[in-house]
């Protein structure tokens, strides 16, 4: 049985990684491969927020915001090889918009990815989809951007999600083999398991269906539960250390 322990908490170790991705900067973005082979290009005049953010913003609020810049470039930015100055104009316009609102910073921040998160958002907002109309105004000339770049990594996180819990799956039946041959057993439900594999493979099939039909923030909302749900199930199956 101990054996069976140290398994699935190195099952455990070996996926936690996967289980978030916190930004495109983070040590993980090497595993997401850009298709056209771009270089992390970098706004050189980013947008100084100190000097348009809004009084009301709280100090959290405002280091919040400021810290989502790199991850946003990365994003707009950095995968593609065309377009370079308008894009790294509307991912500083993004990241001057995002600080201006506190209620946005508020909603966005809570996710796994907030830079995706926004990048989405900043896809509906722009094609009048979701939010003010000021936010469409001010986002609008850079609609095909925001929306190209959500849909990029959209879909790559989510083949990265699904890739994650196939893995997971395949660690845990070659356990299963091995229980048989030696007879001991795992304290945990497969049953449960293996059903929570599966609805977190569709949510990434959903998130990609959804941003297939433009629907962006749905999307990468979608992606977000995810993300914490493979969390959550990893943490169920790692063995609680012996006292």
Not at 99 to 126: K, Q, W
């Amino acid at each position: 049985m101990a054996a069976n322990k140290t398994r699935i908490a190195a099952i455990a170790g070996s996926l936690a990684a996967l289980a978030i991705i916190l930004s495109p900067v983070s040590p993980l973005a090497p595993l997401l491969p850009s298709p056209s082979g771009g270089s992390n290009i970098f706004s050189e005049e980013p947008v100084n927020e100190t000097a348009i953010a809004p009084p009301e913003i709280s100090e959290e609020d405002f280091e919040e915001c400021n810290s989502v810049g790199d991850g946003i470039d990365s994003i707009v930015v950095a995968p593609f090889d065309d377009d370079i100055q308008n894009r790294t104009i509307a991912s500083s316009l993004l990241v001057g918009e995002y600080c201006n609102r506190p209620h946005l910073v508020g909603e966005i921040s809570g996710t796994v990815d907030p830079g995706l998160t926004l990048v989405a958002d900043a896809g509906d907002a722009a094609s009048g989809q979701r939010g003010e109309q000021e936010l469409k105004d001010s986002l609008s000339d850079h609609t095909a951007i925001y929306c190209e770049a959500a849909e990029l990594k959209i879909m790559q996180d989510s083949e990265f999600l699904r890739f994650a819990a196939q893995t997971f799956r395949e660690e845990l039946l070659a356990l299963e083999e091995e229980e048989n041959t030696t007879n001991t057993t795992a304290s945990f439900d497969r049953n449960q398991t293996y059903a929570e594999i599966d609805r977190i493979s569709a949510m990434a099939a959903s998130a990609q269906d959804l941003v297939q039909s433009d629907q962006f923030y749905d999307s990468a909302k979608v992606l977000d539960d995810g993300f914490m749900a493979f969390e959550i199930l990893i943490k169920g199956t790692e063995e609680p250390e012996e006292v």
